[in-house]
């Protein structure tokens, strides 16, 4: 097998390429590859050597495939002190984007340059890792302590310039890549620039007083994750101590965290998102329909969250309302929120102000004849949405992509009402829309393999993570919803306080509690539903009694202020005596004991139901995979990353 990296005299600067799709990522083969070739390049003619990568970006990272199994040399901290140690400078040409063990590489090089479009980072963190292959030691010697710790406890790559503005990039380039690369080092040679290890750089001043700060600000971020704490650990012996004694520091600490089960489980989310994006059965090549334009149908705080997530990917949305005054209430929620994202410096503001010409409104669905994909956005009412369907069907051109973003109707009942039931398919964003990432795609029994990869491709445009799903009631995530909720109402009764059950489960790592999840989204929504069926459909009293008496007293959740908690000006949840006094006589009326639970048994109970759940959710094939299923409880409910998803968890505990 040829190597993934190739070597190539240009007059006296030596160019190693390393070309290994899809990301360069530095498998064996490209550690081995690069070792031979920086060694082989010593004893030739060259002067100076650049390294750069072929394909989409540069060296994305260590091989996440190989982590885990047993390590082949050569190491990459080994590769990396050789390409330091170099006679000859070395010079890093970045493109795409350089991260984790890629950037490391980089950062062994004497000197960095990229085009102004690349991004660095080290993404480690996010895989429950930290860099290890020198990234903690040498960064903090170029861009300080300060910088060194945002950048890495963070995970978030920055674009090159800001890259330069801390000292990581020595120089843009603009135009081609490798040929600015070969004219720089031809200058660094003509000007005698000399072999300038990062790592012996010294570290600029800092405030002693940052690191224990810092412990502080991660332990309270990352809610029980192991690797920010030791990510603040590594930077502080970079600042205060000897490289090599730093690097010791930096591998042990990197080796904990490998074999922690906190990044098995989050590197096992790496790769169920990717796999996420894959359909069984749906053909590579199947074409894709072209999106350029998109309707959306109500204005409320789903279907404006959805406009803004297309306008942010650069798409003209056309919002509908039933009426100028309900319009006019739509797009100024948008404009607030755009306003709040350039207030937060997520955007600025010619960014914020070009999205938010893309939405545009109007009351009168002949606005939409000419889109190329509608998502029905309106309340939770199946006649309503069938009329709107039937309204579409009539205005929209044809192949148009009809979509519902229903977060429970049957979408081949809503598809039948039209004429084009293979258009249908369902789009189920997640509140607030423009934030989560999740997106549930649901497949129809007659949905046509070209509009489900259209969605599946548009998804990633709009930088969801898609999640393909069968049609049952509540899709994937709110189905296994019903029983988790259901059980925290058993563990009330039995003898759990509202806020027992949340803390447990917040301190297992969910983002919020069961409790405080219902209050969020309105216990109203809950008992509306339950009114629609029959006692038989309703199941067990036990499973809702508590949440129908709050609601018969007025307690709707945060938005009137009290629920299962009661909530002060800042919306901050306190424990009511008045919902303990109902809970008692509740399990008194339903002749349920109580008793003292224990946390663990909290958390076995609850994450049982989901688990459980999903499990019936795999065998009716709702969900093509395992994995699947823990992409949507990690991206769309606040499960901890850190475990892997429910169904992960529970085959690995
Ligand atoms: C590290 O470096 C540790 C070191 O500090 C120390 C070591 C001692 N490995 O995302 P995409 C695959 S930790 C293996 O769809 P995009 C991916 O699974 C690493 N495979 O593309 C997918 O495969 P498939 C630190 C990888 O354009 C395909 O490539 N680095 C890796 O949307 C395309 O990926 C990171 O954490 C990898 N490192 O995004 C960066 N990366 O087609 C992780 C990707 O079979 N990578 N694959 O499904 C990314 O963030 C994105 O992939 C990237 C491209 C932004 C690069």
Redesign the pocket.
């Known amino acids: 097998m040829s190597s993934p990296v190739s070597y190539r005299l240009e007059g006296s600067i030596g160019v190693i390429t390393v070309d290994y799709p899809?990301?360069n990522?530095?498998?064996q083969p490209v550690r081995k590859g690069l070792l031979d070739t920086v060694s082989a390049a010593q004893n030739d003619a060259s002067a100076a050597l650049v390294i750069l990568c072929a394909g989409?970006?540069f060296i994305?990272?260590?091989?996440?495939?190989e982590?885990g199994k047993p390590l082949k040399s050569p190491?990459?901290?080994e590769l990396l002190a050789a390409i330091e140690a170099s006679g000859k400078i070395v010079i890093a040409a970045i493109h795409?984007?350089a991260?984790?063990?890629?950037f490391?590489t980089a950062l062994s090089a004497h000197y960095r340059c990229a085009l102004a479009s690349a991004r660095i980072g080290?993404?480690?963190v996010?895989?429950g890792?930290?860099?290890?292959?020198g990234?903690t030691q040498r960064t903090p010697r170029l861009a300080g302590v300060q910088a060194s710790l945002d950048l890495i406890t963070s995970g978030t790559p920055i674009s090159a310039t800001e890259g330069k503005a801390l000292g990581l990039i020595d120089r843009i380039i603009d135009g081609d890549l490798r040929e600015g690369a070969i004219a720089w080092a031809n200058e660094l040679v003509a000007e005698g620039a000399p072999v300038r290890k990062s790592s012996e750089q010294p570290v600029p001043e800092f405030d002693p007083g940052i690191f224990d700060a810092y412990r502080t600000e991660v332990a309270r971020r990352a809610r029980g994750q192991i690797a920010p704490g030791h990510i603040v650990n590594c930077v502080e012996a970079a600042a205060t101590q000897s490289f090599e004694a730093g690097m010791a520091i930096e591998r042990a600490a990197?080796t904990e965290c490998m074999d922690s089960p906190q990044s098995a489980g989050m590197r096992h989310i790496?790769?169920a998102e990717?796999?996420a994006?894959?359909v069984e059965g749906l053909a590579k090549d199947t074409p894709i329909r072209p999106v350029a334009t998109v309707g959306v149908i109500g204005g409320g705080t789903m279907g404006g969250g959805i406009a803004m997530s297309f306008a942010n990917a650069g798409i003209a949305v056309t919002m509908i309302e039933i009426n100028d005054e309900a319009l006019q209430r739509g797009l100024s929620i948008i404009d607030r929120n755009y306003g709040g994202s350039v207030k937060r410096g997520k955007l600025s503001e010619s960014d914020a102000a070009a999205c938010r010409a893309l939405i545009s409104g109007s009351t009168d669905y002949a606005a939409l004849a000419d889109v190329d994909l509608v998502i029905e956005a309106v309340f939770e009412d199946p006649e309503l949405k069938k009329t709107i369907f039937k309204k579409l069907d009539g205005v929209c051109k044809p192949g148009a992509i009809l979509a519902t973003n229903t977060s429970y109707q049957d979408v081949d009942a809503i598809a039948a009402v039209t004429n084009r039931a293979e258009d249908v398919i369902g789009m189920h964003f997640f509140s607030p829309a423009h934030i989560m990432k999740l997106l549930e795609v649901v497949r129809g029994a007659k949905t046509a393999d070209d509009v489900l990869a259209t969605v599946m491709a548009l998804a990633?445009k709009i930088r969801k993570v898609p999640v393909v799903s069968g049609v049952c009631y509540g899709f994937i995530g709110n189905r296994m919803l019903r029983p988790y909720g259901e059980t925290a109402q058993l563990l009330l009764l039995e003898g759990a306080s509202p806020q027992q059950i949340d803390n447990a489960m917040e301190s297992w790592g969910m983002a919020m509690g069961p409790l405080r999840v219902f209050d969020l989204a309105g216990l109203d929504v809950g008992y509306k539903a339950r009114q629609a069926l029959s006692d038989d459909e309703k199941g067990d009293p036990k499973t809702y009694r508590i949440p129908d008496l709050l609601v018969e007293l007025g307690r709707m959740g945060q938005k009137s202020g009290t629920g299962f908690y009661t909530y002060d000006e800042n919306r901050r949840a306190k424990p009511d005596p008045a919902v303990d006094g109902l809970i008692e006589i509740a399990a008194e009326d339903l002749g349920v004991e109580r008793r003292s639970i224990k946390d663990e048994e909290i958390v076995d109970r609850l994450i049982s139901a989901l688990v459980d759940e999903g499990r019936k959710i795999l065998a009716e094939g709702i969900a093509q995979r395992s994995s699947d299923i823990d992409v949507v409880y990690v991206y769309g409910y606040g499960f901890p990353a850190s475990r892997g998803g429910p169904m992960f968890y529970a085959d690995n505990r």
């Open positions: 899809p990301v990522a530095l498998s989409r970006t994305a990272g260590a091989d996440i495939t982590f190491w990459l901290p795409g984007t991260l984790g063990g890629g490391e080290l993404p480690e996010k895989l890792l930290l860099p290890g292959a990234g990197f790496f790769f990717r796999t994006a894959k990633k």
